[in-house]
């Protein structure tokens, strides 16, 4: 399930949450889906177990995921709405740092562009 790049710059840790996450948004994992277990994903991509249960400890404690104990780790019912809402937040920052490239000078038609091409993929995914 999940792609370690173990010559990433990017701790693993952080690749474990981020794929968790895009797993959810992308409805790979559902609500109520176990996700793998440490001993599995540490056996499986040879890394360190407390790597693996720093991840998950951060996607709990982010109550996207649940430990169930004796049973393993589950995608919560509301995890998604979570992540949307923490997405819908980061609206303001990206408000700010458009104000400060209107100010630098950046011309409108050169911030349309990298939002389409942001949004190109997902118009793939619609049509």
Do not use: W
């Amino acid at each position: 399930m999940f792609q370690i790049d173990s010559m990433s710059r990017k701790p693993v840790y952080e690749q474990l949450i981020e794929q968790v996450e895009s797993f959810l948004l992308n409805d790979v994992l559902k609500p109520g889906d176990q996700i793998p277990s440490v001993r599995n994903v540490t056996m499986q991509h040879a890394i360190n177990p407390r790597t693996v249960l720093k991840a998950y400890n951060d996607l709990d404690a982010r109550g996207l995921i649940r430990s169930v104990p004796g049973k393993g780790y589950f995608v919560c019912e509301e995890a998604k709405q979570i992540l949307n809402q923490r997405h819908m937040e980061r609206l303001q920052e990206l408000t700010e740092i458009l104000k400060e490239m209107a100010l630098a000078g950046v011309p409108l038609a050169a911030i349309q562009d990298c939002v389409n091409k942001a949004y190109a993929p997902k118009k793939e995914e619609t049509s």
